[in-house]
């Protein structure tokens, strides 16, 4: 079975992370959610999320893609953790998926994975990184890092994942009973 880390840390996208864990695990991929502290955290619309586990304990075991939510100031308490940092470069250079929403792509942006890629983003979040190939669409995907605009875009991009780790037939399936 696939495996996904989703970090969360406190403000981050409500419904990006929801989505996220709730598609992929309709999907019978294993997520596991985990934040910077251990705590429970409390998303940028002020929805309360119990984590599966700390970072700290996640980052014991592999994984075979990361995807970072989204917010404010989620994205900023993402990028300001080294441990982060450290995680996105190893994911890529292990030849595993690194995916990002909304302004996480400037997380994987800071951490150089974008320089002359595709990739999407909540407007304006990839403006500092002029390297970046900036695109529109919902969902951008380079190789095997995989980037979408927000909150709206947050359906497309979690069935993308499906996808992209349980195949073709599995998203359909998944899509099918979300009576989309």
């Known amino acids: 079975m696939a495996s996904v880390l989703l970090p969360l840390a406190q403000g981050s996208e409500d419904l990006e992370a929801i989505t996220l864990l709730n598609i992929l695990r309709r ?5 596991v959610s985990a934040s910077l502290d251990g705590l429970a955290i409390r998303g940028s619309r002020g929805t309360v999320i119990t984590p599966d586990t700390s970072l700290d304990a996640a980052l014991k075991r592999d994984f075979d ?20 940092i450290q995680l996105v470069q190893d994911m890529a250079a292990a030849g595993h998926y690194v995916c990002a929403i909304c302004a996480a792509p400037s997380i994987l942006a800071s951490a150089g994975l974008l320089n002359g890629k595709r ?6 979040a990839l403006n500092d990184y002029p390297k970046v ?4 669409q919902a969902v951008v995907e380079d190789g095997k890092i995989i980037t979408s605009r927000g909150p709206g875009t947050a359906m497309d991009f ?12 599995q998203r359909d399936i998944v899509e099918a009973a979300l009576v989309r």
């Open 119 to 124: 990739a999407t983003c909540f407007p304006e």
């Open 158 to 169: 979690a069935l993308t994942l499906v996808e992209r780790l349980a195949g073709k037939a």
């Open 65 to 84: 893609m990361v995807v970072l939510p989204g917010g404010q100031p989620g994205t900023r308490n993402l990028k300001a953790d080294k441990r982060i």
């Open 27 to 31: 999907a019978g991929i294993e997520v």
């Open 133 to 136: 190939l900036l695109q529109t």
